[in-house]
Each structure stands twice: as structure tokens, then as C-alpha cells.
């Protein structure tokens, strides 16, 4: 569960800011798996229309036509199911580190966008369960947490937790650029 604050919400934001000549250390844009491309899903849905087409002419020649509705109800649900499960495909989460800042944005099928904003010098990352199935990681900073790459494979997750941990080291190796004082030098 997280409990690090949202800094901004809304659809969309303006995410500018994050390009702006920074020294980026880690751009990871990650998206749900999906295992059916549009070419292959059109195909697989004339199949299952031909098959349930054959199916419920058979049966409305045997005389139970109610069955040939049925038929076409199973072709509609797969196609709807189907589409829910592109729709949830459009999901990103972005991870962008600098050695100032660590941004992580979300946006959700609906266009609405998340962003947190946590302290490269005082984040960790933890990796919940990092020998399980279920491995989580998370980037924790002040008893606080934010939970990164939950829509991928377990694999792509341990993956991601290397590559945010690099980064982070990085981080922490660069010299950080001090603001001036407010009153200014003499």
C-alpha cells in the first residue's frame, strides 16, 4: 500500500520540467504485458465467429435454435473482455531520477495522471519478497513508500529494481549543486 503524497494530479499534466537539461539517470517507462497483437486478435475473433457461427447453425438444424443467440452472446463477451483488456493496456508509469529528485508518474487508461515526487538523497529502494514469486519493489523516503512497476512480471520487476538501485547509487555519487542563500553573496 503507498502512502507517499501525490504532488500534482490531473489530465494531463504538463511534465516539461523533467526534460529540462537535467542529468537524467533513469527513464523507465513501464507498461502492462500484452501478449496479442491487433493483426492476431482479429484473427482470433473471426476464428471463434466462424467456430460459434458452425456450432449454432448445427444446433439451430437440429431444431434448438434458442442456442444460436448463445452463441453469438459468447463471441460478444470474449470481444468485450477482450477490449477491456487493451483499454488497461494504455497504463504507463514513468520513472524518471535525477540526482535532486526521483519523479514517478502515472497515467491511467482514462488519461487522468499521478505524479510523486521524492528526494533522491533520501530515498531507498526495497524490494518486498525478493526471492518469491511476488517480488514488489518500492521507493521508500521518510517512513513513507511508493510502489513502482506492480504491472509487470516478476522477472521485469527485479529488473527494474536493479536498474532503480544503479541509479540511485549514481545519485548519490554526484555532487549535489547547493542553492545560493536568499540575500545573495557580498
Keep these: 500500500m503507498e502512502n507517499w503524497p501525490v504532488e500534482a494530479h490531473g489530465r494531463?499534466?504538463?511534465?516539461?520540467?523533467?526534460e529540462a537539461g537535467e542529468d537524467v539517470?533513469?527513464?523507465a517507462h513501464v507498461r502492462p504485458n500484452r501478449s496479442l497483437g491487433g493483426p492476431a486478435f482479429l484473427i482470433l475473433m473471426i476464428a471463434i465467429a466462424v467456430i460459434s457461427f458452425t456450432a449454432g447453425l448445427a444446433f439451430?438444424?437440429?431444431?434448438?435454435w434458442p442456442v444460436l443467440g448463445f452463441f453469438g452472446l459468447d463471441v460478444l463477451i470474449v470481444w468485450l473482455?477482450?477490449?477491456?483488456?487493451?483499454r488497461d493496456?494504455?497504463?504507463?508509469?514513468?520513472?524518471?531520477?535525477?540526482?535532486?529528485?526521483?519523479?514517478?508518474?502515472?497515467?491511467w487508461p482514462t488519461g487522468y495522471e499521478t505524479l510523486y515526487r521524492l528526494p533522491s538523497a533520501w530515498t531507498r529502494l526495497v524490494v518486498d519478497h525478493e526471492d518469491d514469486p511476488d517480488v514488489q519493489?518500492?521507493?521508500?523516503?521518510?517512513?513513507?513508500?511508493?510502489?513502482?512497476?506492480?504491472?509487470?512480471?516478476?522477472r521485469e520487476r527485479r529488473d527494474l529494481a536493479s536498474a532503480i538501485a544503479g541509479a540511485l547509487e549514481k545519485a548519490r555519487a554526484t555532487p549535489q549543486r547547493l542553492a545560493q542563500e536568499t540575500g545573495g553573496a557580498s
Aim: a positive charge; aromatic letters at 4%; glycine letters at 6%.
Design 137 to 154: 519493489p518500492r521507493l521508500t523516503a521518510m517512513g513513507k513508500h511508493v510502489l513502482v512497476g506492480s504491472v509487470l512480471s516478476p
Design 89 to 107: 493496456g494504455r497504463r504507463l508509469e514513468r520513472i524518471h531520477i535525477t540526482p535532486e529528485a526521483i519523479h514517478v508518474m502515472r497515467r
Design 81 to 86: 473482455a477482450f477490449r477491456l483488456n487493451y
Design 60 to 64: 439451430l438444424l437440429a431444431g434448438a
Design 12 to 18: 494531463p499534466l504538463r511534465l516539461d520540467h523533467l
Design 25 to 27: 539517470l533513469l527513464d
